[in-house]
């Protein structure tokens, strides 16, 4: 598998881990049924496909790559859909954290 393909499935990873701790906050400490069984279905397509991705770009930096993006994808989806504004400090944090997913994939992956 090349690069971009495994890029893609990364993508499909976030998506799915983003979904999970969406649907996770949705349960309510697991209490309400759907959003649970929905927690727990997207959590493990997205550890499935995380393994794809190891088998092509370093685990290091998959999972680097796939915490940081999860992390502004959640912070987005709280904003949303639970009306979290984040603060400036947050704001900052959330750049820093693109600029390490930026620099683990631009200028790690020797």
Known sequence: MG????YIILIIAVVLGTAS???????????????SIITAITIVACMYTLSIVMKSIPVGI???SF???????TSIVGVIKFQQ????YTLVGLLLIISGV?????LGNN
């Open 3 to 6: 690069n971009l393909t495994a």
């Open 102 to 106: 930026l620099i683990v994939n631009l």
């Open 85 to 88: 504004i984040p603060n400036f």
């Open 21 to 35: 701790n969406s649907f996770a906050k949705s349960a309510d400490g697991f209490t309400l049924l759907i959003p």
């Open 67 to 73: 915490a940081g993006l999860c992390i502004i994808a």
């Open 62 to 64: 998959t999972y680097a």
